[in-house]
């Protein structure tokens, strides 16, 4: 009887303390990548504003999971296209643009699981010295949950190689 006393003490103990500790960790993360390529600032826009292109080089993809099924909804009117998936593997979600300011910037919202996780992003497309660099950010918020304030400090290393492999695709498929 001791021995369980002592268990539940030290469990709740620790529960305790991580509760304590993660109300000290950040409640925002954000990821970003970098790439150069040889292209116009409008040869990238054009491709990544593109609602038809985001199946060709986003993380979420058929190479994850092979039950994905896409929806594209084109709302050039009102710059409000979405593409959506759902499969077995990854769930469902909803990758949709939010703001374009043209040949610089273009910002979106990733929801997954029906809004139970949002994380917002955006593209910038800067020129440099006979080059275009893109940045990649992704961001979020963690909120006051412990266990999400504890994933934020590595969803970076979760993340990130992603990220690195759809730039190099975004890169590949505009042979730049």
Do not use: H
Not at 132 to 142: P, V
Request: aromatic share 16%; hydrophobic share 40%.
């Amino acid at each position: 009887m001791n021995i369980i006393k002592k268990f539940v003490i030290v469990f709740f103990s620790g529960l305790a303390l991580l509760f304590i500790i993660s109300l000290v960790l950040p409640s925002e993360y954000s990821i970003k990548r970098e790439i150069s390529l040889n292209c116009s600032n409008e040869q990238v826009y054009e491709y990544l504003s593109n609602i038809n292109n985001v199946d060709k080089w986003f993380y979420i993809s058929k190479n994850l999971d092979s039950t994905l099924k896409y929806k594209f909804n084109i709302d050039s009117l009102n710059n409000k296209s979405s593409f959506s998936w759902n499969g077995d593997i990854l769930g469902n979600g909803k990758f949709y643009y939010t703001n374009f300011k043209i040949s610089e910037l273009i910002e979106y919202k990733i929801s997954y699981e029906d809004d139970k996780v949002v994380q917002n992003g955006k593209f910038l497309i800067e020129n440099k010295t006979n080059k275009i660099n893109l940045a990649w950010i992704e961001y979020g918020e963690n909120g006051f949950n412990p266990i999400n304030r504890i994933f934020g400090l590595f969803i970076d290393s979760f993340l990130g190689p992603d990220m690195e492999k759809s730039l190099e695709k975004i890169k590949s498929n505009l042979g730049c």
